[in-house]
């Protein structure tokens, strides 16, 4: 089902007639992301309405809001709100008259108190008001195939009076406590906005190609995609920054691969299934460069070659489409900052992933490094709508407080200056534009895409680019 997320905050501070101010401190809410971070004591939990089933048609509803409380407390309709007036909480304006209006709210949840707290859930109709609850531990339908899945869909069911009028049904996505001495520290060494469009080399010096020798059809060598050979020899001929894709081994070691599928072997073998010395023994398909990790990467490559960490979560549709059995969105996000935080010293490191959930996690998780939004532009529709437009990925990099987004060329080359404008208008001046995709190295775009304000540009001809970009 396609989630609409508008960007709006639930804002107050949420507790029942006649109970203590340290409940008060248990149930805050945010109305700005920008001020949502994570202390040594709190998760960030996000929820999202996706519909709401009434047993009468009669009651349309008005507005609907959440919030987290101790298992003990009974959820009442009604509840006060801050300043004492009468409830239910602080509504969030919101009609949820179809399965695709939605609005989405963060809280912070202390984690001494995650285990035992509910969702408590208030929905206003055009009657009256009706509310359920469900335990914060409590079971998730998967949408990316986890076997214990910290993010996902679920129903609660909704009554007043002790009479079940409906049900709504939310998505939710806890983005767990992360711990890293450096993860709220600030890199010296990090450019986004040079003043200029930074050129990328894709995977290294470009992505792998299936070459083929005339004479006897063999494959011909090649310098095999996100391999420290590549990376190197992109450097080499002047590309600033590689691009390359982060994925997460069976014993949670990061690897360089872009696939969750090992299209190397037969039988279906996805990179969780290895572990990383079988990763690194396996003998590539295309290309002669042995597979890498990133953490040799890291330790290995010269320190002024910034690295764009692709984070390789899956998106939902790939889950049936691949029949992928995925590791939990928080142990994959914090495997890779792991490593980064561990090895990367003062190299210029930014992240991106087209998993909004992910991406938003790298940013709540540390503040060191840049995160950037991936979307496809509207070239390949997904089940998500944030990812389904250029302007629709600038918003929700807005709303989750995101340095930038990356995208396909494809809808920005049509009109580079008013579509670059647009994306910084709604993001705001300071944030990043980037591109990637086969349009990028057309002969002739690359440069109006300079002229536009373009500030990364992610590309397979790192060479012919890199001339183009300095004509």
Aim: hydrophobic share 40%; charged share 20%.
């Amino acid at each position: 089902m396609i989630r609409l997320l508008i960007p709006q905050r639930l804002s107050s501070v949420l507790y029942p007639p006649n109970n203590s101010f340290k409940l008060v401190q248990q149930m805050r809410t945010f109305s700005n992301q920008k001020q949502v971070w994570m202390s040594q004591s709190q998760h960030i939990l996000h929820v999202a309405a996706i519909s709401f089933d009434q047993r009468r048609h009669d009651q349309s509803v008005i507005q609907w809001t959440v919030g987290a409380i101790p298992s003990d407390l009974k959820v009442e309709v009604g509840l006060r709100t801050a300043d004492g007036s009468e409830g239910p909480l602080h509504p969030l304006k919101l009609s949820l008259n179809n399965a695709y209006g939605a609005a989405e709210v963060s809280i912070a949840v202390p984690v001494t108190s995650f285990s035992d707290s509910l969702l408590a859930v208030v929905v206003t109709h055009a009657n009256g008001s009706a509310s359920g609850q469900y335990p914060l531990t409590g079971k998730f339908e998967s949408l990316c195939g986890e076997t214990e899945p910290k993010a996902g869909r679920f129903t609660v069911t909704l009554t007043e009076k002790d009479t079940i009028v409906g049900t709504i049904t939310l998505e939710t996505c806890l983005s767990t406590h992360f711990e890293h001495q450096l993860a709220r520290s600030k890199s010296t060494n990090t450019v986004l906005k040079t003043g200029d469009t930074i050129l990328v080399g894709h995977r290294g010096i470009g992505m792998n190609r299936v070459v083929f020798a005339p004479e006897n059809k063999d494959t011909l060598p090649q310098i095999s995609e996100n391999s420290c050979e590549s990376f190197a020899e992109a450097f080499r001929v002047g590309a600033p920054f590689v691009e390359f894709d982060a994925q997460v081994s069976k014993d949670l070691k990061v690897v360089l691969y872009h696939d969750s599928i090992v299209s190397e072997y037969e039988k279906h073998t996805e990179i969780k299934d290895l572990t990383e010395a079988e990763f690194l023994t396996t003998k590539q398909k295309y290309g002669n460069s042995p597979f890498t990790t990133l953490e040799h990467a890291l330790k290995t490559l010269p320190p002024e070659l910034g690295f764009n960490i692709e984070i390789k979560y899956p998106m939902p549709e790939e889950i049936p489409a691949d029949n992928l059995v995925t590791i939990e969105y928080n142990t994959f996000v914090d495997a890779i900052l792991q490593t980064t935080l561990d090895h990367a010293g003062n190299r210029p490191i930014v992240f991106s992933c087209f998993n909004p959930e992910a991406c938003r996690m790298a940013k709540l998780k540390q503040s060191r490094y840049p995160v950037l939004f991936l979307t496809m532009g509207g070239t390949h529709p997904t089940w998500d709508v944030r990812t389904n437009s250029f302007l629709a990925a600038a918003e929700f990099a807005k709303f989750a407080n995101l340095d930038g987004i990356v995208s396909d060329a494809t809808p920005v080359v049509e009109d580079p200056v008013s579509r670059i404008n647009a994306a910084k208008e709604i993001m705001g001046g300071d944030k990043a534009v980037f591109t990637y995709g086969a349009k990028n190295c057309v002969p002739g775009n690359a440069k109006a895409l300079q002229k536009a304000g373009l500030d990364g540009i992610i590309v397979d001809t790192v060479v012919q680019v890199r001339d183009e970009l300095k004509a």
